[in-house]
């Protein structure tokens, strides 16, 4: 099963915007993780957020959690083209395996 | 500092055939894990080495999947016989622990069973 969900499942916006996606989880974590995955690179680890933090940020990224709520934020400021790609909250389960979401596809136009 | 590697990229079957996977890890990585990534999901975890012992193999279906990594070092992750059901890219990820905060992937293998 899941550990987190993301939403929306899909998400198209002009390059410049910002984009944000969020993800909810079901059970108590140590921390969240957003990785991206395109075709040229592959799956990429992106931010880490640990559970005792509320914001953090990375370059373009900021990454909020709420645990009271089991979810997550990813905002990415002034879109590229280049950001169009996959992005996945993931999480590990009490039993120490990785669980990612469904993703939600995002696509920037030029 | 090389990546993971993976072979072949893309695999084209018929049902009932076998296929094998491989993956070479990061260098020093000690946890080696396999995920099925079926199109337009994430990654499911299939199995996941520490050295050259399987830690949880939980949700590999063994009845047809079967994964190896003899040496602590590459790993191969077969099918026997392949179902329709098994098209999806094959994803091999390391990390230089158990629980380690973040997993390096490969590039992965896409499978497509006719």
């Known amino acids: 099963s899941q550990q987190g969900e993301e939403d929306p499942q899909a998400l198209s916006i002009q390059e410049g915007e910002n984009a944000t996606m969020n993800c909810s989880y079901k059970t108590s974590i140590n921390n969240l993780q957003w990785y991206r995955q395109n075709s040229g690179r592959g799956l990429v680890h992106l931010i880490l957020i640990r559970s005792n933090e509320r914001e953090k940020h990375s370059g373009r990224l900021r990454v909020t959690l709420d645990t009271s709520k089991k979810s997550s934020s990813l905002l990415i400021t002034a879109s590229r083209a280049a950001d169009t790609a996959s992005y996945f909250c993931a999480s590990y389960n009490q039993g120490g395996k990785l669980i990612f979401g469904q993703g939600t596809e995002l696509s920037v136009k030029p | 500092e090389a990546g993971v590697a993976q072979s072949p990229r893309y695999k084209i079957i018929e049902k009932r055939q076998s296929v094998a996977f491989w993956c070479n890890p990061i260098s020093g990585h000690a946890t080696l894990y396999w995920y099925q990534q079926i199109l337009g999901q994430g990654p499911k975890l299939l199995i996941q080495?520490?050295?050259?012992?399987?830690?949880?193999d939980s949700q590999l279906p063994k009845d047809r999947f079967s994964a190896e990594r003899l040496k602590g070092v590459d790993s191969t992750l077969k099918i026997q016989p392949a179902k329709l059901e098994d098209s999806a890219v094959y994803l091999c990820a390391s990390s230089l622990e158990l629980a380690s905060n973040e997993q390096f992937f490969g590039p992965g293998t896409r499978l497509t069973v006719l």
């Open positions: 080495f520490q050295n050259n012992g399987v830690v949880d």
